[in-house]
Nanobody, 125 residues
């Protein structure tokens, strides 16, 4: 089973930027779709962005389009989430997950995966 270590979170002012990293424990994950999800206090998990680079497929939640960019470096077993123009409503714990079969759109619509520890992002002035 793939495991991930998320990092890069922190406290930032509105309009600021952060880059999250998600490092996978298994080398041969290149054909998996990888997704970033988040959970705000009192809410369920929601898909933020998902990528399957083998088919060039990327999806974003409407709330982050134009502000967040997902990318992956298979040589480093790492998926990144560049977050720009952050808003207070982006405050959440961010997690990554993997799926070998679903399309990126289907994966990002999921709300349940074996979550890791995540990384906290707080946007506040």
């Amino acid at each position: 089973q793939l495991q991930f270590v998320e990092s890069g979170g922190g406290v930032v002012q509105p309009g600021g930027s952060l880059r999250l990293s998600c490092v996978a424990s298994v080398i041969s994950y290149n054909n998996y779709a990888i997704g970033w999800f988040r959970q705000a206090p009192g809410k369920e998990h929601e898909g933020v962005s998902c990528i399957r680079s083998s088919v060039g497929s990327i999806v974003y939640a409407d709330s982050v389009k134009g502000r967040f960019t997902i990318s992956r470096d298979n040589a480093k077993n790492t998926v990144y989430l560049q977050m720009d123009n952050l808003k207070p409503e982006d405050t959440a714990v961010y997690y990554c997950a993997a799926d070998p079969w679903r399309t990126t759109q289907a994966m990002c619509a999921m709300t349940k995966f074996p979550w890791g520890r995540g990384t906290q992002v707080t946007v506040a002035s």
